[in-house]
């Protein structure tokens, strides 16, 4: 099946600094989400990407389906955005997520 | 607009005991979807419908798991003597299928199970 992989693993910032968010897969993907999972557990819909890309505030993401990759920006981080931070794909065969191993943000004042 | 609901939000129960969570989907998605999350992990897959019919259930959900949609509306997961192993996040998700492709799934906010 497809193999979902994220980096980095870990990330501690200092508030309002930027950081770019990175997920590798290893086959053709129907579609492509990324998600904030708060430290309440909740799983928080950020993009629905499977290719170009697409901005929201001080989030943007970009995905290159060609090269299977695709990357999140966060710029001028703030403390509300610590968390697990999830991309997801959807394969060729469509239905279920797969879902990487997340990448954990700290934001720190 | 209201988003997908999950009950109970927690549950606590002692091994062998049997549970069962609900899932209200988003009132106009045909597919909900059921997935796991461990500690540390991201969230597995474990079956989904389309309507009223199971389309793809993971070799993770044991015949001791069982889940259910019967009117296409909401679902049920019933977990039958629970194990240890069984402690996790249950997430439930949603979404519209049709024939040109799959909107974004949409996350409920998850049942806790722990086993005592």
């Known amino acids: 099946g497809i193999q979902v992989e994220q980096s980095p693993p870990d990330l501690i910032l200092q508030e309002g600094a930027n950081s770019t968010l990175r997920c590798n897969f290893s086959d053709s993907v129907n579609n492509l989400q990324w998600f904030h999972q708060n430290p309440w557990g909740q799983l928080i819909n950020l993009f629905y990407i499977p290719s170009g890309t697409k901005q929201n505030g001080r989030l943007s993401a970009t995905t290159v389906a060609t090269e299977r990759y695709s990357l999140l920006y966060i710029s001028s981080s703030q403390t509300t955005d610590s968390g697990v931070y999830f991309c997801?794909?959807?394969?060729?065969?469509?239905?279920?997520?797969?879902f990487g191993q997340g990448t954990e943000l700290s934001v720190k004042p | 607009d209201t988003g997908v609901s999950q009950d109970p939000r927690h549950k606590i129960t002692k091994r062998g005991q049997n549970v069962t969570f609900r899932c209200d989907p988003i009132?106009?998605?045909?597919?909900l979807y059921w997935y796991r999350q461990t500690l540390g992990q991201g969230p597995e897959f474990l079956t989904y419908f389309q309507n009223e019919a199971q389309l793809e259930k993971s070799r993770l959900l044991s015949d001791r798991f069982s889940a259910e949609r019967p009117k296409g509306s909401f679902s049920t997961l019933e977990i039958q003597r629970t194990e240890q192993g069984d402690s996790a996040m249950y997430l439930c998700?949603?979404?519209?299928?049709?024939?040109?492709?799959?909107?974004?799934?949409?996350f409920g906010d998850g049942t806790r199970l722990s086993i005592l």
């Open positions: 997801a794909v959807e394969g060729d065969q469509g239905g279920k997520l797969i």
């Open positions: 009132s106009e998605h045909n597919r």
């Open positions: 998700a949603s979404s519209h299928a049709w024939t040109g492709g799959n909107q974004p799934q949409h």
